[in-house]
């Protein structure tokens, strides 16, 4: 499976941006996806997670009520809507797919990765 993300930009606080991260290749084995970020000087850190199905959903407590994760599966694609944004939200955002129903909340436990994009929020 290949993820190429993207949506990524410069948006100031309280703005939104939407990313998106579309899949190809072996799509049609069933895998939940996951949205980490990682800030200069940081670990990559869990965002928001999906099942396969979409029925099941996590967001970290940071991006609770601001950030929603859904996804289409005819379009192999998921998304990250993030609405009020924070300049403590800028990092570089990666999407990754992990190979089974249930998302994941730890990096190490997915299977694929996407190249990453960049939100950058001016204060």
């Known amino acids: 499976v290949q993820l190429q993300a993207s949506g990524g930009g410069l948006v100031q606080a309280g703005g939104s941006l939407r990313l998106s991260c579309a899949a190809s290749?072996?799509?049609?084995?069933?895998?939940?996806m996951g949205w980490f970020r990682q800030a200069p000087g940081k670990e990559r850190e869990f965002v928001a997670g999906?099942?396969?199905?979409?029925?099941?959903?996590v967001a970290a407590d940071s991006v609770k009520g601001r950030f929603t994760i859904y996804r289409d599966n005819a379009k192999n694609t998921v998304y990250l809507q993030m609405d009020s944004l924070k300049p403590e939200d800028a990092a570089v955002y990666y999407c990754?797919?992990?190979?089974?129903?249930?998302?994941?909340?730890?990096?190490?436990?997915?299977?694929?990765w996407g190249q990453g994009t960049l939100v950058t929020v001016s204060s």
């Open positions: 990754a797919a992990r190979r089974f129903g249930s998302y994941s909340l730890f990096p190490n436990e997915y299977h694929y």
């Open positions: 290749g072996r799509t049609s084995s069933p895998y939940a």
């Open positions: 999906i099942s396969w199905s979409g029925g099941a959903i």
